[in-house]
């Protein structure tokens, strides 16, 4: 599990910045507005702490403004392949 200062740090911060100025998409329900970043492959499994391959953007603690999910919560520690992901064709959330 990443410590607080890790997730602090100014390496971190500059990564996490260029992640969600790249795409704000989450990686688990698939809408927009992330405001953090989390590791593809989890670090308690030996996921890359810094490299940007496995840092994709994710809805963090206040979740998603969309479907409601608490994305990152959900996910937890687990590899991204263990996650059920939303997969829609329609964003029914949306509206018209």
């Given at each position: 599990?990443?410590?607080?200062?890790?997730l602090?740090s100014?390496e971190?911060?500059?990564?996490?910045e260029?992640?969600?100025?790249a795409?704000?998409?989450c990686i688990?329900c698939g809408?927009?507005a992330?405001?953090?970043?989390?590791?593809i492959?989890?670090?308690?499994?030996?996921g890359?702490?810094?490299?940007?391959?496995?840092?994709?953007?994710?809805h963090g603690?206040?979740?998603?403004?969309?479907?409601?999910?608490?994305?990152?919560s959900?996910?937890?520690?687990?590899?991204?392949s263990?996650?059920v992901?939303?997969?829609?064709?329609?964003?029914?959330?949306?509206?018209?």
């Amino acid at each position: 599990m990443a410590s607080s200062s890790d997730l602090t740090s100014y390496e971190y911060r500059k990564v996490r910045e260029r992640i969600l100025a790249a795409s704000d998409v989450c990686i688990v329900c698939g809408h927009g507005a992330s405001t953090a970043v989390d590791h593809i492959h989890p670090r308690s499994k030996g996921g890359a702490r810094l490299d940007p391959d496995n840092l994709a953007p994710i809805h963090g603690v206040t979740g998603c403004p969309i479907c409601l999910r608490k994305c990152n919560s959900e996910k937890s520690d687990r590899p991204l392949s263990e996650v059920v992901q939303l997969v829609t064709s329609v964003d029914w959330f949306a509206g018209p």
